[in-house]
């Protein structure tokens, strides 16, 4: 039998702990009748021959517990091995850090076992982390380079108006210059904190009147779209969901920006918001590649240069709403339009506990 598991291990204790405790108890009771019939047989009449005799009743209980002491010593070398295969996973763990996020412990796949489970579940724990550690490092990565091509501009402004002097209409071409790489950086350090607040989830949960927030949105982008020739128009119908108002703004925020962002002159923007899905956004636009919509949904990623509101977004747009939208309990999906354009689609659970 393949002893590699702690259950079948703590069995076979198990089974020689009853055998062991079957054989103590015959000869403890094989010693104590030897005993008893010899003492009564050696005196049968003497006073401290009858005094043993009335004595050995009462030590019968003490002798059992001492003996259940000894077992226990005993069995402590039993359980140490039947936990052992536990125990070597412990070497194994410890080797796992950022170097090695691929190593696994290797557990032979046909097993079905509850260790085989035990392993294999620590496997895939770790198969969650490599990927969540990957995308964080090349969500570093980009968020550097993103940072590093404004600030070589800056230095190479700067250096410029110090190698001479400049002229008043110089200084404020300078100035303008400066003052719009700084304002992409500002909005890229801003992008990059509501990533972050939106991926540690919600501070409270109220009921929130999703429709109002939308009409609000959409109100203050009304004239945006006017400006690039967009038509903005929304069906909106009552709806309560749970979350924080300032991410739920943010949430609608995002997706009408994109939408009127990568569009084109004469295009449109339709809001719907409704029972499922919560919130729909459909605008036309360029043609996205059906491969490349996944992506659109990564931190910093950008499907193409061409767009109308040339507002220096730093690609990261989709990437808060898709982690206000999961810190809600929610999913947002994307189709790609074959006339060209998106289709966003945000499903959000419904309040629990009655409306406002």
């Known amino acids: 039998m393949n002893l590699q598991t702690p259950r079948r291990r703590l069995l076979v204790v198990c089974v020689a702990a009853f055998a062991a405790g079957y054989a103590v108890r015959i000869l403890g009771q094989s010693l104590f009748t030897w005993f008893y019939l010899g003492l009564k047989a050696a005196c049968p009449d003497h006073a401290v021959c009858v005094k043993i005799r009335e004595e050995a009743h009462w030590l019968l209980p003490d002798a059992v517990a001492a003996l259940a ?48 489970a035990l392993c294999r579940a620590i496997d895939d724990m770790m198969d969650r982390i490599s990927t969540g550690y990957e995308g964080q490092r090349r969500f570093a990565a980009n968020a550097s380079h993103e940072l590093r091509t404004p600030l070589a501009v800056q230095r190479t402004l700067i250096e410029v108006g110090m190698a001479q002097p400049l002229t008043g209409e110089q200084l404020t071409l300078l100035a303008t210059q400066l003052l719009k790489t700084n304002e992409r950086n500002e909005r890229l350090v801003e992008g990059l904190l509501a990533l972050s607040e939106a991926d540690h989830g919600l ?13 609000s949105v959409i109100a203050a982008h009304q004239a945006t779209a006017d400006t690039h020739a967009v038509q903005l128009t929304s069906e909106l119908r009552p709806r309560i969901v749970e979350g924080e108002q300032v991410l739920l703004e943010r949430l609608v925020t995002n997706l009408v920006q994109n939408a009127i962002k990568y569009n084109h002159a004469q295009g449109t923007v339709h809001v719907t918001v409704g029972e499922s899905p919560a919130l729909v956004v459909v605008n036309t636009g360029q043609i996205v590649p059906a491969d490349a919509v996944t992506g ?21 747009g989709l990437a808060i709403a898709r982690s206000i939208t999961q810190a809600h309990g929610g999913t947002i999906t994307a189709t790609a339009l074959d006339r060209g354009g998106l289709r966003l689609e945000v499903l959000l659970p419904g309040v629990r506990d009655g409306g406002l």
């Open 296 to 316: 659109l949904f990564e931190p910093l990623k950008r499907l193409a240069a061409d767009r109308i509101a040339h507002s220096g977004g730093a690609g990261l």
């Open 203 to 215: 501070v409270s949960r109220l009921p929130q009147r999703l429709d109002q927030i939308a009409a």
């Open 69 to 116: 002491v000894v077992a226990l010593l005993l069995l402590l070398r039993p359980v140490s091995w039947a936990l052992r295969p536990v125990r070597d996973l412990v070497p194994v763990v410890a080797r796992i850090g950022p170097q090695n996020l691929g190593y696994r412990t290797g557990v032979i796949s046909g097993r079905n076992d509850e260790f085989a």
